[in-house]
T-cell receptor
């Protein structure tokens, strides 16, 4: 079974600084997708970034980028120039067509301080 | 973008009653819809997957008779919590994906259920 591990329950970053959230996963599949979702206090799940496993290039979306290490099964999220609005729960998630469902990690609560 | 709505956003009911939660895809046809449950400060737990016109596939440990799922059209799925009890109190989230986007799910805003 696929598992997703987020080892940092809470992280804190100062406004305008950079923070990296960790995620590791376990799978025997070769074709899959990885996602980072943000859940602010409103609890609406928002897709932050996605990575196709077959792509070697790391995905980037504005201030958000990932470090995808397929051999190490690691998928970390880097948030640059952190803003107050980035404060939220961040969930790493894994998807494969075999199971056709998302598997979520336990989440990391990110605090952004002035 | 793809929008998914849920109704109601909050519901309070008495123990023993049934509650229905609707999930709608507003601007796309949802071939598959998913229902999640989220306890406070915890992750999302998949309850079931439903395809339009088919019976839902429930995850291990989820009571089919307690959580009835109907996916009668390509834009609507419903979750009915039957004979609700206080332990069913939780945040329920639906998501959907459409044709050509099987690996991306669009999430609804969630429904907070409180059973007294």
């Amino acid at each position: 079974a696929q598992t997703v591990t987020q080892s940092q329950p809470e992280m804190s970053v100062q406004e305008a600084e950079t923070v990296t959230l960790s995620c590791t996963y376990d799978t025997s599949e070769s074709d899959y997708y990885l996602f980072w979702y943000k859940q602010p206090p409103s609890r609406q799940m928002i897709l932050v970034i996605r990575q196709e496993a077959y792509k070697q290039q790391n995905a980037t979306e504005n201030r958000f980028s990932v470090n995808f290490q397929k051999a190490a099964k690691s998928f970390s999220l880097k948030i640059s120039d952190s803003q107050l609005g980035d404060a939220a729960m961040y969930f790493c998630a894994y998807f494969t067509g075999t199971a056709s469902k998302l598997t979520f990690g336990t989440g990391t609560r990110l605090q952004v301080t002035l | 973008g793809a929008v998914v709505s849920q109704h109601p956003s909050r519901v309070i009911c008495k123990s023993g009653t049934s509650v229905k939660i609707e999930c709608r895809s507003l601007d796309f046809q949802a071939t598959t819809m998913f229902w999640y449950r989220q306890f406070p400060k915890q992750s999302l737990m998949l309850m079931a997957t439903s395809n339009e016109g088919s019976k839902a596939t429930y995850e291990q440990g989820v009571e089919k008779d307690k959580f009835l799922i109907n996916h009668a059209s390509l834009t609507l799925s419903t979750l009915t919590v039957t004979s609700a009890h206080p332990e069913d109190s939780s945040f329920y989230i639906c998501s959907a994906n459409g044709e050509g986007s099987y690996n991306e799910q669009f999430f609804g805003p969630g429904t907070r259920l409180t059973v007294l």
